[in-house]
């Protein structure tokens, strides 16, 4: 399975670049959720294909995160996923 992104975010995506809307600090934190979205979907971590969704995010948090964050906030990936799949913003395919 992988993660790809709703046309929402992909005409979202196109809005900002449109904008030229670059630094994520000034962004709404659904552009932020987006923006972390098509990340995931473009293989900035680890490859978009997993056969377990949790196991995928545990190993995207150890290349997003530093170690330290990830103590206290094991589950931040999945956490994300979930809003985005709430938010409409990915949807996961086979």
């Known amino acids: 399975m992988k993660l790809q992104l709703t046309e929402k975010a992909n005409n979202l995506l196109n809005s900002l670049?449109?904008?030229?809307?670059?630094?994520?600090?000034?962004?709404?934190?659904?552009?932020?959720?987006?923006?972390?979205?098509n990340l995931y979907?473009?293989?900035a971590y680890i490859d978009n294909e997993f056969e377990d969704l949790n196991e995928w995010c545990k190993?995207?948090?150890?290349?997003?995160y530093e170690e330290?964050?990830?103590?206290?906030n094991t589950?931040?990936?999945r956490e994300?996923?979930?809003?985005?799949?709430?938010?409409?913003?990915i949807i996961i395919v086979k």
């Open 17 to 37: 670049y449109e904008n030229e809307k670059f630094d994520y600090d000034e962004l709404t934190s659904l552009e932020q959720l987006v923006s972390d979205a």
């Open 41 to 43: 979907v473009e293989e």
């Open 59 to 64: 190993e995207v948090g150890g290349s997003e």
């Open 68 to 72: 330290e964050y990830l103590i206290n």
């Open 75 to 77: 589950n931040v990936v």
């Open 80 to 89: 994300k996923i979930d809003l985005m799949l709430k938010e409409n913003i």
